[in-house]
């Protein structure tokens, strides 16, 4: 059985629309629920984003908290796993600042 790289695998996650734009609004808002996400999103879904919330999840780059309350609540932030994958991206843009990549 042929290995798949660690860095393709999580490239693939990634790249599927909407993931991270969903790591970024996480990032700069802090906890949201998943109306709040819809809201602040604008275009995506309910579907899909509950989707990718489910994979965040299973990567451990997001978690989600229950509330035990009436109405339910759940709330979504980064894991620190998903803090530090943003790091990524911010030396990724730092890279492309300096070389000029358009």
């Known amino acids: 059985m042929e290995k798949t790289c660690p860095i393709t695998k ?9 993931t991270l734009l969903i790591l970024r609004e996480l990032y700069n808002n802090g906890t949201k629920r998943f109306n709040d ?14 989707k990718r919330l489910k ?5 451990e780059l997001v978690s989600k908290k229950r509330f035990n309350e009436i109405p339910p609540r759940v709330e979504y932030s980064l894991t620190n796993k998903g803090k530090e994958l943003i790091k990524c991206f ?10 000029n990549v358009n």
């Not at 999580?10 to 909407?18: A, D, G, P, Q, V």
């Not at 996400?37 to 509950?50: E, H």
Request: net charge positive.
């Open 90 to 99: 911010k030396h990724l843009d730092i890279w492309t600042r300096k070389f």
């Open 37 to 50: 996400l819809i809201r602040d999103m604008k275009n995506i879904s309910p579907r899909t984003l509950s």
């Open 10 to 18: 999580i490239l693939n996650y990634l790249s599927k629309k909407w």
């Open 55 to 59: 994979e965040l999840e299973k990567l």
